[in-house]
């Protein structure tokens, strides 16, 4: 990494960033008039930092996190990862395996690798939009600008939030 950038990167004042973002998402839901927000928690780096960003708005507004594994090729530590975050942050949760839902779609459907690898984040996108229309709640998106920006994400799947 070129030097000049990592220095800009270190200058940068991260409690402002963190007040502004928080602000920002507390106007965002007064202003469309929702209970709080909901979004996948899986265990990695960007839904974690949503996780932490989303515990300074807990103590006014509902927050729920959604962890949302596939009991056959979600790794355990993943989950293990999504509650340890959320035992320490204390937010509500949700734990629910896709797993059986995804097999019930494949049953009808013609096999594909791809298709049905997308098919799990679109079940992610349906249950998480499910509990914000449930508790009117905004759904919080969790890619990082890089996936946005490349397309690395699932059209109607992962890609899917209110905000990002």
């Known amino acids: 990494m070129n030097q000049e950038i990592l220095q800009e990167i270190l200058r940068q004042d991260y409690t402002k960033i963190q007040e502004d973002i928080i602000s920002f998402l507390k106007n965002q839901i007064s202003q469309k008039k929702a209970e709080g927000v909901v979004f996948g928690l899986s265990g990695g780096i960007d839904s974690a930092t949503v996780?932490?960003?989303?515990?300074?708005?807990?103590?006014?507004?509902?927050?729920?996190?959604?962890?949302?594994?596939?009991?056959?090729?979600?790794?355990?530590?993943?989950t293990g990862d999504?509650?340890?975050?959320?035992?320490?942050?204390?937010?509500?949760?949700?734990?629910?395996?896709?797993?059986?839902?995804?097999?019930?779609?494949?049953n009808y459907l013609e096999p594909g690798e791809l298709a049905l690898g997308n098919l799990r984040a679109r079940i992610r996108s349906n249950i998480i939009y499910y509990y914000a229309n449930l508790k009117n709640l905004l759904v919080l998106g969790t890619s990082d600008k890089s996936e946005y920006l490349i397309g690395y994400f699932t059209k109607f799947g992962d890609g899917s939030a209110d905000i990002l």
């Not at 006014?60 to 530590?77: F, G, Q, R, W, Y």
């Not at 942050?89 to 896709?98: E, N, Q, R, T, V």
């Open 51 to 78: 996780a932490y960003l989303c515990r300074k708005i807990s103590e006014t507004k509902e927050v729920l996190a959604l962890v949302m594994p596939d009991s056959v090729i979600s790794p355990s530590n993943e």
């Open 82 to 106: 999504a509650l340890k975050i959320i035992g320490e942050i204390g937010i509500d949760y949700k734990l629910i395996d896709i797993n059986t839902i995804h097999k019930r779609y494949s």
